[in-house]
């Protein structure tokens, strides 16, 4: 799930990329998340819901709904 929530979000990215301020957190949320996919780091709960709330709705209930802890 963390693989269609990173590219949801990927997509989301891309689609503020002509807003500069949505973008200082897009660009790094987006990039934790990968790392998460990764196995490098573990996602929160309060980085689920602010990702639901700030980037993604579905890539942030994807996520939620992950019962991974990687």
């Known amino acids: 799930m963390k693989l269609a929530a990173f590219i949801l979000c990927l997509l ?7 807003l ?27 980085f689920k819901v602010c990702t639901l709330l700030f980037l993604n709705l579905i890539g942030g209930i994807l996520l939620l709904c992950d019962n991974d802890n990687n």
Do not use: E, R
């Open 12 to 18: 989301s990215t891309i689609s503020v990329g002509w």
């Open 20 to 46: 500069i301020i949505p973008l200082f957190w897009c660009i790094p949320m987006t990039v934790h998340i990968y790392k998460a996919y990764q196995g490098k780091t573990t996602l929160g709960t309060g």
